[in-house]
């Protein structure tokens, strides 16, 4: 069974700095791309960020870009997303999801699963 | 970025009726289009990728077209475990975005 455990969430001030983990098992970590979703309190589902299986491909939101790093460690089966100088608008549910199913040879994918998300607050 | 947009925002229906959800795209995106339901307090759950192709295990009742710019989710015969918020996402490029969202809710 696909699982996806996302970690490192809480209260944080403006300025400041979180790591979240996903702890990924129940399908081989390192042949998937992976993604970083959020959602503020109340509203739609944002894009953050996807890595590709060996991280070859990084790609952020324009609103997260020079602020936060995505990482994987495929050796340990975990996604990370760095997030620094941290604004009360990155205030949100964080979830990592998995791209797939890839059912093509294609560019692009949907996300197939997802985790639980971990609340992120921004305020001081 | 394509901006994806979804209507209506919100949508009132009743058990055993025919809805349909509306998605449209500022640019082609051929079919690189995905369809998630969100319950409260939940993750998205994906219902169709590729613009039609029904996820495993999504009931027949949850069917998707379009093609390029316009996109509808329809769901046949509502049940109430269906009544939840419903997203469009384009993975035609990046960004990845999403449409609003569709909030479907009891009559």
């Known amino acids: 069974e696909v699982q996806l455990v996302e970690s490192g969430g809480g209260l944080v001030k403006p300025g400041g700095s979180l790591r979240l983990s996903c702890a990924a098992s129940g399908f081989t970590f390192s042949s998937y791309s992976m993604n970083w979703v959020r959602q503020a309190p109340g509203k739609g589902l944002e894009w953050v960020s996807s890595i590709s299986s060996s991280s070859s491909y990084i790609y952020y939101a324009d609103s997260v870009k020079g602020r936060f790093t995505i990482s994987r460690d495929n050796a340990k089966n975990s996604l990370y997303l760095q997030m620094n100088s941290l604004r009360a608008e990155d205030t949100a549910v964080y979830y990592c999801?998995?791209?797939?199913?890839?059912?093509?040879?294609?560019?692009?994918?949907?996300?197939?699963?997802w985790g639980q998300g971990t609340l992120v607050t921004v305020s001081s | 970025a394509i901006r994806m947009t979804q209507s209506p925002s919100s949508l009132s229906a009743s058990t055993g009726d025919r809805v349909t959800i509306t998605c449209r795209a500022s640019q082609g995106i051929s079919s690189y289009l995905a369809w998630y339901q969100q319950k409260p307090g939940k993750a998205p759950k994906l219902l169709i990728y590729?613009?039609?192709t029904l996820q495993s295990g999504v009931p027949s009742r949850f069917s998707g077209s379009g093609s390029g710019t316009d996109f509808t989710l329809t769901i046949s015969c509502l049940q109430s475990e269906d009544f939840a918020t419903y997203y469009c996402q384009q993975y035609y490029s990046y960004p990845r975005t999403f449409g609003q969202g569709t909030k479907l809710e009891i009559k």
């Open positions: 999801a998995r791209e797939g199913p890839y059912y093509d040879i294609l560019t692009g994918y949907p996300f197939d699963y």
């Open positions: 590729a613009a039609s």
